[in-house]
């Protein structure tokens, strides 16, 4: 058995898995033997910010949307995210070989409640979607920074984000860590806000609504898709709204040792329950770093 695997199946502590976001120290009683920083638990949520000075921003990102989601309780639905939508992304995740799961950026973790496999752990910014989260599914929560992840190398074999590398401080810090802590062979799966092209969008409008076969019904409810999508995106607006094409996306999981093994989107037959500015990606790390 590889130590990676002995790892993965040991019962450590949980505590015990968290290390220091600055130097990646093993924590004791959430406090680094390296750096002597100390960390917060709230709640019974670890604090996990790194005291970086690049990402000081982060403290002003999380109390933004601390504010989104005390304002709100339901930011993912809102955000579109139907049960149809969740049942099919948890049937994405559950096809992968999972023993240890990691959710960056988990929200209210309506995701998470649906995964059945593997022991799970989240991160979040904010310290109030992680109190609704842990109502709704059994999971190790920390606030922490994609940026800057409190976990041990090569711990996970799955990471899901849905719908946060577009709002990362630094997509290629943040893959790179996310790398980091996916053991060789393991998925990450993200699913991304992207920009059309012009030559996309026809291509799109073509193949939902003109070919084979004319279907003004199905133009109507993509109008009401969208319609409602605007409204949600004025109703929860995000500190940082990066955008990406189809290609720029793929490429900033590539630029590190990741490969896409599948893209999903609306052109897929069957047609998956995907809005079609949204793409999901399936990565597997390579033997590098
Ligand atoms: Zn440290």
Redesign the pocket.
């Known amino acids: 058995m590889e130590l990676t695997e002995e790892i993965l199946c040991s019962s450590a502590p949980l505590a015990a898995m968290y290390v220091?976001p600055?130097?990646?120290?093993l924590l004791v009683d959430f406090a680094?033997p390296?750096?002597r920083?100390t960390y917060d638990v709230r709640d019974g949520i670890p604090i996990l910010l790194p005291s970086d000075p690049r990402f000081k921003a982060a403290t002003d990102i999380a109390a933004t949307y601390d504010s989104i989601y005390r304002g709100h309780s339901d930011v993912w639905q809102n955000q579109g995210r139907t049960p149809q939508f969740l049942e099919y992304f948890a049937s994405v995740l559950g096809q992968l070989p999972c023993t240890r799961f990691l959710e960056v950026g988990c929200g209210e973790g309506l995701l998470l409640g649906r995964l059945v496999k593997g022991e799970k752990f989240a991160i979040d910014l904010s310290i109030e979607a992680l109190k609704q989260a842990r109502m709704t599914a059994s999971a190790s929560l920390s606030v922490a920074l994609a940026e800057r992840l409190p976990f041990r190398s090569a711990q996970f074999d799955l990471i899901a984000s849905v719908g946060v590398m577009e709002h990362f401080l630094d997509i290629d810090e943040a893959t790179s860590e996310i790398c980091r802590v996916l053991r060789p062979g393991g998925h990450y799966v993200a699913l991304t806000h992207i920009n059309l092209t012009l030559w996309e969008r026809l291509r799109q409008k073509v193949s939902d609504y003109v070919l084979p076969w004319p279907q003004p019904g199905r133009f109507v409810r993509w109008l009401r898709a969208r319609l409602a999508h605007r409204a949600s995106a004025e109703l929860v607006k995000q500190p940082i709204q990066n955008r990406y094409t189809i290609r720029e996306a793929k490429a900033g999981l590539e630029r590190h040792s990741l490969s896409v093994v599948d893209v999903l989107h609306t052109r897929r037959s069957p047609r998956p329950p995907l809005d079609p500015w949204v793409v999901v990606y399936v990565a597997r790390r390579g033997a590098g770093r």
């Open positions: 220091c600055d130097c990646r120290t680094c390296t750096c920083s």
